[in-house]
DNA sequence: GATATAGATTGAAGACGATCGATCTGGAGT
DNA sequence: ACTCCAGATCGATCGTCTTCAATCTATATC
């Protein structure tokens, strides 16, 4: 039960046969990999992907109002979806009368899309 | 509610102000979205997103022994983790002895990537 | 066979997510 | 002023996620 304090990992290996290359560490760091992971998150549910490829295909803005009957849930539902986008900085809305428009941020996928190759 | 056949909305919009362009529906379907989101949302942790970062790098095979110091979770969290990643067919695994190798499943990624641009 | 070890699994806690109907908000039309 | 409508928010339900300690399972050494 001595306590080792080599450089060797944390208890003995079986001799004769190493277990792999030496220890690596993570080339992304703890907050790229939140940020990135965020992100990944917010587009981690077939709804918010498709939303967020409607709204990438029409560069311009599409409002709530003809997003609603494309998807195959209610409004408030559908208005959440929406909001777990704009907080992980992935769209963004603008009101005119009675109507919300909503575009996706210019680079707000660009980390993430690096990343994966 | 599925996609209403008419052209026209289902209830009148203000005269003189048209909400928007026509309806539009999302290039990619849902199939495609349930498979690249399942893929997205396992990569949605920062810590499975690290994970994957390592193996990447170290394109042979690396095994969780080297991986548990990396990470400041239990052995049994990171177990866990490594499921999720396997379960998204992101990684495989290989056990040689005491010790479990995973790496990186090629074109895993691939989808998500290029939708991502 | 006995013991140690790498890693998976189990069981439980608490946080978080998806969804809905209902309600609230604030512009527009009458 | 009153009504109507697009959209956001609230409250509740129910399921999934993250995490841990504890246990189980193979394999390796003695």
Redesign the interface.
């Known amino acids: 039960m001595a306590v080792d304090l080599e450089l060797t ?2 208890t003995k ?2 001799p004769g ?1 190493p ?10 760091d ?1 907050e790229r ?2 940020r ?3 992100v ?11 939303v967020v ?2 709204l990438r ?2 560069a ?4 709530v ?2 997003l609603e ?2 998807f ?1 849930v209610s409004q408030s539902t559908l208005s959440h979806h929406l909001k777990k986008l704009r907080d992980a900085g992935i769209v963004d809305s603008e009101r005119r ?3 919300a ?1 909503y575009y996706v941020l210019p680079d707000a ?1 660009d980390e ?2 690096a ?3």
């Open positions: 990992p944390k290996r079986a046969e277990c792999c290359e030496p220890v690596v560490y993570p080339d992304v703890r990999a939140l990135m992971a965020e990944a998150k917010a587009i981690g549910d077939p709804i918010r992907l498709q490829d409607v295909k029409h311009g803005k599409v409002c109002y003809e009957p494309l195959d009368g009675l109507w428009y996928l993430l899309a990343w994966l190759g």
